[in-house]
């Protein structure tokens, strides 16, 4: 057992020499010895924009947030979910709209709507959030939707959120909605 474990060692060494070795072999310019301290040639600088958070207002919201979803997702309209949203149950889905509101806070939520239906949407996990100046974006959106219960200290916290103090203090036990997850959201504007 010993001389094998010598041997399988002494192959790797051999091996890992060989192609080092080999470096040597194919033709591209020979490398300086002693590294140059300009580079040769003019250089651009790639600047990225970077901002303070992931919510942070930008000039154009569009684009992808969360997840490259590679798995089917059945395409059904805001009203569709809406009046049938027990079909869907457990179904990644693909629905469309326009961002109505966002988490003024910290873009954690948004409101989906398509001219009658309103819906709240939220993202997997907590992992990411969408700039808080989206409002009027078209949006796709694709996850899990589902009837649920807001309780109403929740349907406060989001109305405080979204800015609306008059409506914070109107709410008065639990909301019935139906709650989307999304692990994708895909922004875009929408021509006018």
């Known amino acids: 057992m010993r001389q094998f474990m010598f041997f399988a060692v002494m192959a790797c060494v051999g091996l890992l020499i060989s192609v080092v070795g080999a470096h040597e072999g194919h033709n591209h310019a020979p490398m300086s010895k002693v590294p140059t301290s300009r580079p040769s040639g003019k250089v651009k600088k790639v600047v990225k924009k970077k901002y303070a958070r992931p919510w942070s207002p930008r000039e154009d919201c569009s684009g992808l ?6 798995k ?3 395409k059904v309209t805001l009203s569709e ?6 079909a869907y149950k457990g179904k990644f889905i693909e629905v469309s709209g326009v961002v ?20 709240r949407v939220r993202f997997k996990g907590y992992k990411f959030f969408v700039p808080k100046n989206s ?3 078209g949006v796709t959106v694709r996850g899990y939707g589902r009837k649920s219960v807001l309780s109403a200290r ?3 916290h989001y109305a405080l959120d979204a800015g609306d ?28």
């Open 65 to 70: 947030y969360g997840t490259v979803d590679k």
């Open 72 to 74: 089917y997702a059945q």
């Open 81 to 86: 979910l809406m009046k049938n949203t027990d």
């Open 100 to 119: 109505k509101d966002v988490c003024r806070v910290k873009g954690c939520w948004m409101m989906l709507t398509d001219g009658t239906h309103l819906m």
């Open 135 to 137: 409002i009027g974006y």
């Open 154 to 156: 929740m349907a406060r």
């Open 165 to 192: 103090k008059e409506a914070a203090k109107k709410i008065k036990g639990p909301q019935k909605v139906v709650a989307f997850t999304a692990s994708s959201v895909w922004m875009f504007k929408i021509k006018k």
